[in-house]
């Protein structure tokens, strides 16, 4: 009996990373039926979707509107053969990595500190979503994709992008889309986009500490633990009056060993990002951004990817 390959996305899971966990379990069983692949490679094992926590509520709308089911949870890789979707890095996998086989990597980010004992298929690009970079992968094996998929995949592209208006969206990104909204059926790729964003922007029912976790990403930048998380919303407003609360909670979520904790309440409309920071050196903001914190925060305009515009910076101002 051939063990079967988990797919799996980062921890804290956005849209991309489900979406991409379903679409690239579904092609690698596809190369397996097809021998697709069998010049290369030998692909084994039926790929089962996974995700490493709770979906929020834009992929839950995402799923339900193109009618396809949660994949099931997947917090440990000990024993299993895995193929990891949206991210390479060991802070954001799933544990007990170096116990598990890891057969694939499809990402969209700089590379990760994972490492393998065997040459794999790895295929990274610096697109603006992992749904792009396997759009690319279906089209140069020949493999058909399903107007479902062709869905989710479109969201997806537009939910990383933030409907094309992150700096990490590139040509291919607006391509592929037009390409998959004409299977789907979409004329209007923008409207789509606002209604699955706009999915993301329901904070009401959301407390503080779901808010900063919903997208949280843990990094160590020179040997210090930082954590960053994000909040893309069609209107700041919509939480003016719950930064006091949500300060609180990020204060709690630093007390956990973090040298600092980022909170990106990033502005789809006005395009740009209130950073809230709790630091242990105040510096890093101005080193990374040229601005001074004013009290708590700064805004920081034209900032929208916390993946091209607050990392990398921040690495350089820790390094
Ligand atoms: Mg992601
Ligand atoms: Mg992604
Ligand atoms: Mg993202």
């Not at 596809?30 to 979707?49: D, H, Q």
């Not at 790729?189 to 009401?204: A, H, M, N």
């Not at 708590?296 to 990817?305: A, E, F, G, H």
Request: with cysteine.
């Amino acid at each position: 009996m051939v063990q079967e390959v988990y797919v799996v996305g980062h921890k804290n899971p956005d849209t991309d990373t489900v979406c991409s966990a379903i679409v690239f379990a579904y092609l690698w069983n596809k190369w397996r039926e097809t021998g697709a692949l069998s010049k290369i490679m030998k692909i084994e094992g039926n790929a089962i979707p996974a995700v490493q926590g709770e979906l929020n509520a834009e992929t839950k709308f995402v799923l339900e509107k193109f009618g396809i089911k949660a994949p099931l949870k997947l917090t440990d890789g000990s024993g299993k053969k895995i193929a990891l979707v949206d991210h390479s890095e060991r802070s954001q996998t799933v544990d007990n990595i170096d116990k598990a086989e890891i057969v694939a990597v499809v990402d969209h980010h700089k590379i990760g500190d994972i490492t393998t004992p065997n040459p794999i298929l790895f295929f990274n690009l610096p697109a603006g979503s992992t749904a792009t970079v396997l759009k690319i992968l279906f089209d140069k094996t020949g493999m058909i994709i399903p107007k479902e998929l062709a869905g989710i995949m479109l969201a997806s592209i537009l939910s990383d992008t933030v409907i094309f208006k992150s700096a990490t969206t590139t040509e291919l990104d607006k391509k592929v889309a037009e390409e998959l909204a004409k299977v789907v059926g979409i004329m209007d790729i923008t409207k789509f986009g606002v209604e699955v964003k706009g999915r993301l922007s329901e904070v009401q029912g959301m407390s503080a500490k779901e808010i900063i976790m919903r997208d949280f990403k843990d990094f160590n930048m020179g040997g210090k633990k930082v954590g960053i998380g994000q909040i893309e919303l069609l209107d700041l407003s919509l939480i003016v009056n719950r930064k006091e609360e949500i300060y609180k909670e990020l204060s709690k979520k630093k007390a956990e060993g973090y040298h600092s904790v980022f909170l990106m309440l990033t502005d789809i409309m006005k395009e740009g990002t209130e950073l809230l920071v709790i630091t242990d050196d105040p510096k890093v903001v101005e080193k990374a951004f040229g601005k001074r914190l004013e009290g708590r925060s700064v805004w920081l305009d034209k900032v929208m990817s916390r993946k091209k515009q607050v990392v990398p910076p921040l690495e350089k101002a820790f390094s």
